[in-house]
């Protein structure tokens, strides 16, 4: 199931894709199941939600803003240099232990909705990656049954203004501009797609131009590791939101650089998930 967060005339809804086209039920109306944030929260079965929206009316996408499929996590954590190759155009080489860091709610955009290039900055550049969105509580998780506490994959655009992310050692500036992290269009349940996301094509394309073409099958720690590894630390809860990290051909590392403008349409396509389309705009 493909699960969609909207709002329409200021309700919330909640969809399913079938085929290309989309149903869904907004808040207050009869059939409305709750949010996907609802959901998760409840323990909801998201197939069984999909598989009852299939039946809902169908919603002219014309008429709605896409929202991020979760757009209230408890935590939002990143992963840098965790696929071969960009590790590789960075310089810095592989780590041994995954380079774990944080962004936050006030980043999120949906699909179709701008990421804001900063006034202050003119290194706005793009990161496609996959999404692992959490579905049940989880601490100190092996490897082996990490998995089953996944409800869902989605895409991430992880724009980062380079000049700032480079300002500190931890990087969290330059991933937490306003409206610089886009997110969606759907939220896929792990039964459409290969075990934990892997062996998936990514592809980022600005313009129409391709710039990252790799595939999920380059990450240095899987998702079941990240899962693992990260509830060692902390308690992992339904709506937290792992981004994997990203594949070579970021702007940064071209010769010369290639950055995001205002004007400029960014697309992150991940096989078997979907695409996720962002216009830049001036902030």
């Not at 954590?77 to 936050?104: M, Q, W």
Request: hydrophobic share 40%; proline share 6%; aromatic share 6%.
């Amino acid at each position: 199931m493909r699960l969609v967060s909207y709002e329409r005339g200021g309700a919330l809804g909640t969809g399913v894709w079938v085929d290309n086209v989309l149903h869904g039920v907004e808040r207050g109306a009869d059939g409305f199941p709750g949010s996907v944030d609802e959901l998760l929260a409840a323990g909801a079965d998201l197939a069984v939600v999909g598989r009852k929206l299939v039946a809902a009316p169908e919603v002219e996408t014309g008429t709605i803003r896409f929202l991020p499929p979760v757009h209230r996590p408890s935590k939002i954590l990143c992963v840098g240099l965790n696929y071969k190759a960009h590790s590789a155009e960075t310089g810095l080489g592989e780590p041994d232990y995954p380079a774990i860091f944080a962004r936050f709610a006030s980043t999120l955009v949906g699909h179709g909705s701008a990421i804001t290039k900063p006034a202050i900055s003119d290194q706005l550049d793009y990161e496609g990656e996959l999404v692992a969105i959490i579905g049940r509580t989880c601490k100190r998780v092996g490897t082996n049954e990490a998995l089953g506490h996944v409800a869902g994959y989605s895409i991430f655009n992880e724009a980062s203004i380079r000049d700032y992310q480079l300002r500190t050692s931890q990087w969290t500036m330059g991933k937490n501009f306003d409206a610089t992290g886009g997110f969606g269009p759907s939220l896929v349940t792990p039964d459409e797609l290969p075990p934990g996301g892997d062996g998936l094509r990514l592809i980022t394309r600005l313009n129409g131009q391709v710039m990252q073409d790799g595939n999920t099958a380059d990450m240095v720690f899987k998702v079941a590791n990240l899962v693992s590894i990260l509830s060692q630390v902390m308690t992992l809860e339904p709506g937290d939101i792992i981004v994997t990290g990203t594949p070579s051909g970021v702007g940064f590392s071209r010769k010369p650089p290639v950055f995001m403008k205002p004007g400029d349409t960014c697309e992150v396509e991940i096989e078997g998930i979907g695409t996720l389309r962002n216009p830049i705009i001036a902030g």
